[in-house]
């Protein structure tokens, strides 16, 4: 699944696409306040709702404080 954080006060976004077991990493990814949308790979069985594909739709929020921040999305 490819995961893209949607910066609210820039025109930024920031991407990542998950392993196998759904972790990945953005390493770049400043301090903020993101919108995070999901979408599926060409290889992935994933299925995501049409809500989470779009900033202006999703309803998946994050607000990093500190680089380095670790969290789960967990979808069911």
């Known amino acids: 699944v490819e ?4 910066s609210i ?6 991407t990542g696409t998950t392993g196998p077991e759904g ?3 953005i390493s770049t990814l400043p ?3 993101y919108k ?10 994933t299925k995501i709702a049409q809500s989470y594909q ?5 309803l998946l929020r994050f607000e990093l ?8 999305i967990v979808l069911e």
Do not use: C, I, M, W
Not at 9 to 14: E, G, L, T
Not at 36 to 45: E, G, I, K, P, R
Not at 54 to 58: F, S, V
Not at 65 to 72: A, L, M, Q
């Open 31 to 33: 301090t903020g306040s």
């Open 36 to 45: 995070v949308t999901l979408t599926a790979t060409a290889n992935s069985t």
């Open 65 to 72: 404080e500190k680089p380095g921040e670790k969290f789960d």
């Open 54 to 58: 779009k900033p202006e739709t999703t």
């Open 3 to 6: 995961v893209t954080f949607h």
């Open 9 to 14: 006060k820039a025109d930024k976004r920031y």
């Open 23 to 25: 972790v990945f990493t």
